[in-house]
Antibody, heavy 122, light 110 residues
Framework: EVQLVESGGGLVKPGGSLRLSCAAS????????MSWVRQAPGKGLEWVGR??????????DYAAPVKGRFTISRDDSKNTLYLQMNSLKTEDTAVYYC?????????????WGQGTLVTVSS | SYVLTQPPSVSVAPGKTARITCGGN??????VHWYQQKPGQAPVLVIY???DRPSGIPERFSGSNSGNTATLTISRVEAGDEADYYC?????????????FGGGTKLTVL
């Protein structure tokens, strides 16, 4: 069974930093492309970014609102995905979901974690 | 960037058919995926590649995609289908491919 378990959310002041983690199990993590998706309170889904598998280059891409502030990384030895968030803004307040799916850059998001809440407030 | 447009809400009586649209420029040339999200829960994939159903999703859920509109159809609607539904595509307008979501449609079962 595929499991994605996020952790690291919490309350942080504007301008601060936070690192989220996602522990993956039930599939071959090293072969998977992983993404982060967020959802502000009462709002819709917003893609944050993606990291390819190392065999596919391990490259990352980000949505415009977070580019230059957020960094996605992975530790295949620990089956763990990370999201380093710097220079946080109030508009980054959201539930952050760790996700994965097959099909590369046309496929669906097959699996979602339960999400972790990040609140950016003074 | 690519924009997906969904109606904010759709209402349907139990047993009837609900149709939720997702509009986008020439969306028929893209693969569309649909997610169901119930309050307090993570989204669940209900339709992928326009019209395929993951295992465990009832046959009542179906999808189509042509021209500028993709449609999620839920037949014989049940109270348990009440949820928010999101369409999703990959877009290559920028220098890389991004995931794009529609704004979501709240399905209300009357």
């Amino acid at each position: 069974e595929v499991q994605l378990v996020e952790s690291g959310g919490g309350l942080v002041k504007p301008g601060g930093s936070l690192r989220l983690s996602c522990a993956a199990s039930g599939f071959t993590f090293s072969n998977a492309w992983m993404s982060w998706v967020r959802q502000a309170p009462g709002k819709g889904l917003e893609w944050v970014g993606r990291i390819k598998s190392k065999t596919d280059g391990g490259t990352t891409d980000y949505a415009a609102p977070v580019k230059g502030r957020f960094t996605i990384s992975r530790d295949d030895s620990k089956n763990t995905l990370y999201l380093q968030m710097n220079s946080l803004k109030t508009e980054d307040t959201a539930v952050y979901y760790c996700t994965t799916g097959g099909g590369g850059e046309v496929g669906a998001i097959d699996y979602w974690g339960q999400g972790t809440l990040v609140t950016v407030s003074s | 960037s690519y924009v997906l447009t969904q109606p904010p809400s759709v209402s349907v009586a139990p047993g009837k058919t609900a149709r939720i649209t997702c509009g986008g420029n020439n969306i028929g040339s893209k693969s569309v995926h649909w997610y169901q999200q119930k309050p307090g829960q993570a989204p669940v994939l209900v339709i992928y590649y326009d019209s395929d159903r993951p295992s465990g999703i009832p046959e009542r859920f179906s999808g189509s995609n042509s021209g500028n509109t993709a449609t999620l159809t839920i037949s014989r609607v049940e109270a348990g289908d009440e949820a928010d539904y999101y369409c999703q595509v990959w877009d290559s307008s920028s220098d890389h491919k991004d995931v794009v979501f529609g704004g979501g449609t709240k399905l209300t079962v009357l």
